[in-house]
C-alpha cells in the first residue's frame, strides 16, 4: 500500500545528507547544554522513557496539571532556545511558506525508550501539519488512522528521513514501537532524536 499517496503522510527517505545530520545535531546539542532533555510525567503520573526537550517559543509539556505548550523549560524556567535555521527551512519548503513553526519537540530515545501509540492534537490549529526530522539510531515507527482502532502499518523512520503528518494525516494516531541499536553512527553513545516541528498557537 502507498501511504504517501493515500493519506497525507508524507515520508521524504535520507531528506537530510550525512553533513546536514551532523550539522542539525550540533546544533542540537549546542542548545540542549542550556534546556536539558528531561524524563517528564504523564497526567497520570507515570514518568516517559522518552527524554524531551523543546526549541522555538513554545515546548510541549506534560505533569500532573496535563498535556500543554509552555513558553518555559519545566525545570530551568529559562525560555527555549531558538529552532535551527536549517529546520525553519524545511518547514517552510514542505509544510507553509508564510507562517513559521513556533515550537519544535526535540524527544531522545535511548535503546529501551518508547512511545505509545497517540494523536498530537494539543495544537490550537489542525490545518497545520506535524513535521518530523530523524537523527540516530532508526526507530520502527507505527501509523495508523484517525481512530485507535484503526489497522496500522509500520514504517521504519532512519537518520535524514523527514517525514509529513499532512492533511488527513495530521490526526493519525502513531508511536514509536522500538529504537534499532546500533543502526547508526551519528549520534556518540547511540540513540535516537526525533525533533518534530508543530505550529502550536492560533493565528492571530
Ligand atoms: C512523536 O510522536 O512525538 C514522536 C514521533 C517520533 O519519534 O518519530
Ligand atoms: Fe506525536
Not at 527517505?13 to 504523564?42: C, D, I, Y
Not at 494516531?173 to 540513540?191: E, F
Amino acid at each position: 500500500m502507498s501511504l504517501s499517496t493515500t493519506t497525507g503522510f508524507r515520508l521524504l527517505p535520507g531528506r537530510l545528507s550525512p553533513e546536514a545530520q551532523s550539522e542539525l545535531l550540533e546544533e542540537v546539542q549546542a542548545r540542549v547544554e542550556t534546556a536539558p532533555f528531561v524524563h517528564q510525567v504523564t497526567p497520570g503520573g507515570k514518568p516517559m522513557s522518552v527524554a524531551m526537550t523543546s526549541f522555538g517559543p513554545l515546548g510541549w509539556t506534560t505533569d500532573a496539571a496535563g498535556y500543554r505548550y509552555e513558553p518555559r523549560h519545566p525545570t530551568t524556567g529559562e525560555p527555549w532556545p531558538d529552532i535551527p535555521q536549517v529546520l525553519l527551512d524545511l518547514w517552510s519548503e514542505l509544510a507553509d511558506p508564510l507562517v513559521p513553526p513556533d515550537a519544535c519537540l526535540i524527544n531522545f530515545y535511548n535503546a529501551e525508550a518508547r512511545m505509545s501509540l497517540h494523536q498530537d492534537r494539543d495544537e490550537a490549529d489542525l490545518r497545520f501539519p506535524v513535521l518530523s526530522v530523524s537523527l540516530g539510531d532508526t526507530a520502527v515507527f507505527r501509523i495508523g488512522g484517525t481512530k485507535r482502532t484503526d489497522p496500522t502499518s509500520s514504517v521504519k523512520l532512519s537518520s535524514g528521513d523527514v517525514c509529513l503528518l499532512a492533511g488527513e494525516a495530521r490526526l493519525f494516531h502513531h508511536g514509536v514501537d522500538r529504537i534499532l541499536p546500533g543502526s547508526s553512527r551519528l549520534i556518540p553513545g547511540g540513540g535516537r532524536i526525533n525533533l518534530t516541528l508543530r505550529r502550536a498557537s492560533p493565528l492571530t
